[in-house]
């Protein structure tokens, strides 16, 4: 099987890993204690294979054009963490549920966005260069957003120990050994088709080994909370719905030309939950859930985005040939 073939059919291999983790879960409820130690090696793997597809270098570079750069982050770190506040005002008090929607609402991707922009006749070039930035600033503000919703109560029992060690050792190391990997293969060119095509494999096994790991961990507290998961389904079908609408808006008002209005409309749609799957799993017993809300994301992500690749080059963002006839 190609790539290409393992990105399109993704979906697929993801609803097999949940279903066959809680099977198994619910078959054998000591596998918790066996998978737990074994999931946090397998994450870091997972960050550092896909940081290493997002090229760091091209930070600087990212500012060169203003006026989509300027759209792109006031809509992510904006307009969205609004819309956010909204969600989880809306959500039931159930504490776990409502981070768990924030967590992974608040962080756009930076990784298969990249995909499905070039799947949806986006601007490639510019998402490539929009991704690193995008990691920056959602590392940089995520604590300042979830202090402002959650307040001091909830911020200071997020400061655990287990918490900064899962910020430091899950994303900030694998980031740092992205970048000397960057480094090193752009000193020694040979290695870069090898090493990182090679790596440009891994995400996807192991999401889904990720995937799994999480369903079969947490099989039994999911059907005791199963009720409660229709509120952020709901949430992140809205969001789906909502995010095109505000990229459509938001290009409009920048005056973008139509495949940069595309890639924006996939940025606004895709969130990054490899990057705070560690923090939930860091959080304490009584916000457990969290960690199946942002999965569940994922999921519903990747069906929102089958659904983007259509939508958004043929309805919300035509290109307008002469006669009005769509010219792709």
Same mark, same amino acid.
């Given at each position: 099987?190609?790539?290409?073939?393992?990105?399109?059919?993704?979906?697929?291999?993801?609803?097999?890993? *949940?279903?066959?983790?809680?099977?198994? !879960?619910?078959?054998?409820?000591?596998?918790?204690?066996?998978?737990?130690?074994?999931?946090?090696?397998?994450?870091?793997?997972?960050?550092?294979?896909?940081?290493?597809?997002?090229?760091?270098?091209?930070?600087?570079?990212?500012?060169?054009?203003?006026?989509?750069? !300027?759209?792109? @982050?006031?809509?992510? $770190?904006?307009?969205?963490? @609004?819309?956010?506040?909204?969600?989880?005002?809306?959500?039931?008090?159930?504490?776990?549920?409502?981070?768990?929607?924030?967590?992974?609402?608040?962080?756009?991707?930076?990784?298969?966005?990249?995909?499905?922009?070039?799947?949806?006749? =986006?601007?490639?070039?510019?998402? *490539?260069?929009?991704?690193?930035?995008?990691?920056?600033?959602?590392?940089?503000?995520?604590?300042?957003?979830?202090?402002?919703?959650?307040?001091?109560?909830?911020?200071?029992?997020?400061?655990?120990?287990?918490?900064?060690?899962?910020?430091?050792? #899950? #994303?900030?190391?694998?980031?740092?050994?992205?970048?000397?990997?960057?480094?090193?293969?752009?000193?020694?060119?040979?290695?870069?088709?090898?090493?990182?095509? =090679?790596? =440009?494999?891994?995400?996807?096994?192991?999401?889904?080994?990720?995937?799994?790991?999480?369903?079969?961990?947490?099989?039994?507290?999911?059907?005791?909370?199963?009720?409660?998961?229709?509120?952020?389904?709901?949430?992140?079908?809205?969001?789906?719905?909502?995010?095109?609408?505000?990229?459509?808006?938001?290009?409009?008002?920048?005056?973008?030309?139509?495949?940069?209005? &595309?890639?924006?409309?996939?940025? $606004?749609?895709?969130?990054?939950?490899?990057?705070?799957?560690?923090?939930?799993?860091?959080?304490?017993?009584?916000?457990?859930?969290?960690?199946?809300?942002?999965?569940?994301?994922?999921?519903?992500?990747? $069906?929102?985005?089958?659904?983007?690749?259509?939508?958004?080059?043929?309805?919300? $963002? &035509?290109?307008? !040939?002469?006669? =009005?006839?769509?010219?792709?």
């Amino acid at each position: 099987m190609s790539r290409q073939n393992l990105e399109k059919y993704q979906v697929l291999l993801y609803l097999a890993a *949940i279903l066959a983790g809680l099977l198994a !879960g619910v078959s054998y409820p000591g596998l918790k204690a066996v998978l737990e130690p074994l999931l946090w090696p397998v994450l870091g793997l997972l960050l550092y294979a896909t940081f290493t597809q997002v090229s760091l270098t091209n930070i600087p570079g990212a500012f060169r054009d203003r006026r989509f750069i !300027g759209t792109a @982050l006031a809509g992510n $770190f904006l307009i969205i963490p @609004l819309i956010v506040l909204g969600f989880i005002t809306l959500l039931p008090g159930h504490d776990a549920i409502r981070l768990g929607v924030a967590l992974v609402l608040l962080v756009p991707c930076t990784d298969w966005f990249i995909t499905f922009t070039r799947l949806g006749l =986006g601007d490639t070039e510019r998402a *490539i260069a929009f991704s690193p930035l995008s990691l920056l600033f959602q590392i940089l503000l995520l604590p300042v957003w979830l202090f402002l919703f959650f307040g001091d109560e909830l911020t200071v029992t997020l400061a655990t120990s287990e918490m900064v060690l899962a910020f430091f050792g #899950i #994303i900030v190391a694998p980031l740092v050994l992205a970048g000397i990997t960057e480094k090193w293969v752009d000193a020694a060119p040979a290695w870069r088709s090898v090493l990182i095509s =090679g790596l =440009g494999w891994m995400p996807v096994p192991l999401l889904a080994a990720v995937i799994f790991m999480i369903a079969a961990s947490q099989a039994q507290v999911l059907f005791h909370a199963s009720g409660l998961l229709v509120y952020p389904v709901i949430c992140f079908v809205i969001f789906l719905v909502a995010a095109p609408v505000l990229a459509k808006v938001l290009a409009k008002v920048a005056s973008l030309p139509v495949h940069q209005g &595309r890639t924006l409309a996939f940025s $606004f749609g895709s969130r990054n939950s490899f990057v705070v799957l560690p923090l939930a799993l860091a959080l304490p017993e009584a916000f457990e859930i969290a960690v199946f809300v942002i999965v569940l994301q994922s999921l519903i992500e990747l $069906f929102g985005m089958a659904v983007y690749v259509w939508l958004i080059p043929n309805v919300l $963002f &035509r290109h307008q !040939g002469k006669g =009005g006839k769509h010219a792709n």
